[in-house]
């Protein structure tokens, strides 16, 4: 499983960062952050690497929600949280939060962070 993230994101990069600590011992477990430049080896643009959170699994690309219940499943302490955003109404709920309100806003801020030569170059 390969975790694909912005890690030019200060909120991306220290959320990931606890989900690296978390699975330290899962051999399992890849993270690839957008300024690494491989985005395209997953088949993402370095504009759809920044703009939500993916994962890779078995030759699947996941973004999202779906993504994060995959990452959260592997950590004990996050499980709950997966099986949680599992459900038909909490992750519709979630989804449409991620969706709507997360994901946006948080591109957002990369988009300006690439304007004021914060981050890398949008591709």
């Known amino acids: ?3 694909l993230y912005n890690d030019t994101c200060p909120i991306c990069a ?3 960062a ?3 600590r978390m699975t330290r011992s899962d051999p399992s477990i890849a993270y690839r952050g ?3 430049g491989e985005m395209e080896r997953f ?3 370095r504009r759809q690497a920044a703009r939500r959170f993916h994962v890779l699994k078995d030759g699947e690309l996941h973004d999202g929600i779906p ?3 995959l990452v959260w499943a592997r950590i004990p302490k996050l499980a709950w949280l997966a099986r949680a955003v ?3 109404v909490i992750g519709a709920l979630a989804r449409g939060l991620y969706d709507h309100v997360a994901a946006p806003a948080l591109f957002a801020l990369h988009r300006r962070r690439v304007r004021l030569g914060k981050a ?3 591709g």
Do not use: K, N
């Open 18 to 20: 606890a989900y690296r």
């Open 14 to 16: 220290r959320e990931v």
């Open 86 to 88: 599992r459900l038909p």
């Open 43 to 45: 088949g993402l643009s």
């Open 120 to 122: 890398i170059p949008r």
């Open 67 to 69: 993504a994060f219940a």
């Open 1 to 3: 499983m390969t975790v």
């Open 34 to 36: 957008l300024s690494e």
